[in-house]
């Protein structure tokens, strides 16, 4: 083999090596994005949830202040 189609071969080696590292980095990167998005949902789901409640803690009977006892000292 010539020298010329010997350094073609080492560089195209050389590309297929850092082809294969990044496919690695995507794929590891596709799977924290996945990750991501599902743990992003959870949180999105849970402050929903949270807002309903305190929605609900504020349109309770002690929000009315003709409702509330008078304080112990009258």
């Known amino acids: 083999m010539s020298a010329h189609n010997e350094t073609i071969e080492q560089r195209l080696n050389e590309m ?3 082809l294969t ?3 690695d980095a995507v ?6 994005d ?3 998005s599902q743990r ?3 949180l999105e789901r849970a402050l929903r949830d949270l807002r309903g409640e305190l929605s609900s803690m504020r349109t ?3 929000d009315e202040p003709h409702n509330e006892p008078p304080p112990p000292h009258y």
Not at 27 to 32: H, P, V
């Open 27 to 32: 794929q590891a990167l596709t799977t924290a």
């Open 60 to 62: 309770g009977p002690a």
């Open 16 to 18: 297929e090596v850092k």
């Open 34 to 36: 996945a990750d991501q």
């Open 21 to 23: 590292f990044i496919d």
């Open 40 to 42: 992003i949902a959870a």
